[in-house]
């Protein structure tokens, strides 16, 4: 039986080599825990996409792992604004950020219809938007929520989802169609908001619910 590679002589010599080679030229990697290293790739793919996109303002950073599907061409991100890693746009619709918002680490957009953020605006970690989606109607025969069925058999709720001056959305929460989230409010993690949420005010739940007013 044939003696498996790990274990003869030249493996250990290619192994030994590619190690101390590793240690050697470690300083090859230190960029990379940098944060001048990830603030120069961020703005390097701010640049990239700003060809593609109607618009990225000064300043604005686009971070790795960042995913923009179908129509880049109706995305317009404004100044100082950062989309953090692993964050997914799926744009058919206008898709408009305004200017200092941060869109964290694996928030999900799409824009059925017209999503707007605005100034200092803040979505968490694990937000999705959706301003289009697949519904239930009683007076159809059949209706399928899958997106692979004909259309005939789907039925679709859609609105505009617009998100305000400087409101917050907690980690995970879940955003409708047809919704506005009012300015300097905040809404508490892991909500589903399927209703309007006035100014100044605190929500949460699923679904969400009005807890209380800020001064």
């Given at each position: 039986?044939?003696?498996?590679?790990?274990?003869?002589?030249?493996?250990?010599?290619?192994?030994?080599?590619?190690?101390?080679?590793?240690?050697?030229?470690?300083?090859?990697?230190?960029?990379?825990?940098?944060?001048?290293?990830?603030?120069?790739?961020?703005?390097?793919?701010?640049?990239?996409?700003?060809?593609?996109?109607?618009?990225?303002?000064?300043?604005?950073?686009?971070?790795?792992?960042?995913?923009?599907?179908?129509?880049?061409?109706?995305v317009s991100i404004g100044k100082y604004s950062h989309i953090d890693i692993n964050t997914t746009f799926e744009v058919y619709k206008e898709l408009i950020i305004g200017d200092y918002v941060h869109i964290c680490p694996n928030v999900y957009i799409q824009s059925g219809d017209v999503v707007k953020i605005e100034d200092y605006a803040c979505l968490s970690n694990g937000v999705k938007i959706y301003s289009k989606s697949n519904t239930y109607d009683e007076k159809m025969n059949f209706v399928s929520m899958s997106s692979n069925a004909p259309v005939e058999y789907q039925k679709f709720k859609s609105g505009k989802?617009?998100?305000?001056?400087?409101?917050?959305?907690?980690?995970?929460?879940?955003?409708?169609p047809n919704v506005t989230i009012g300015e300097n409010s905040i809404v508490g993690a892991g909500s589903v908001v399927n209703k309007d949420i006035p100014p100044n005010t605190i929500a949460a739940g699923v679904p969400v619910k009005i807890i209380k007013k800020l001064k």
């Amino acid at each position: 039986m044939k003696k498996e590679l790990r274990f003869t002589k030249k493996y250990k010599c290619v192994y030994f080599l590619t190690f101390i080679l590793s240690k050697l030229f470690f300083w090859f990697n230190i960029p990379k825990f940098s944060i001048y290293f990830r603030e120069i790739n961020s703005i390097f793919r701010a640049g990239m996409w700003s060809i593609l996109c109607k618009q990225i303002g000064f300043g604005s950073k686009i971070d790795s792992g960042f995913i923009l599907r179908y129509k880049p061409n109706m995305v317009s991100i404004g100044k100082y604004s950062h989309i953090d890693i692993n964050t997914t746009f799926e744009v058919y619709k206008e898709l408009i950020i305004g200017d200092y918002v941060h869109i964290c680490p694996n928030v999900y957009i799409q824009s059925g219809d017209v999503v707007k953020i605005e100034d200092y605006a803040c979505l968490s970690n694990g937000v999705k938007i959706y301003s289009k989606s697949n519904t239930y109607d009683e007076k159809m025969n059949f209706v399928s929520m899958s997106s692979n069925a004909p259309v005939e058999y789907q039925k679709f709720k859609s609105g505009k989802v617009h998100i305000k001056k400087n409101a917050f959305v907690g980690v995970n929460s879940v955003i409708l169609p047809n919704v506005t989230i009012g300015e300097n409010s905040i809404v508490g993690a892991g909500s589903v908001v399927n209703k309007d949420i006035p100014p100044n005010t605190i929500a949460a739940g699923v679904p969400v619910k009005i807890i209380k007013k800020l001064k």
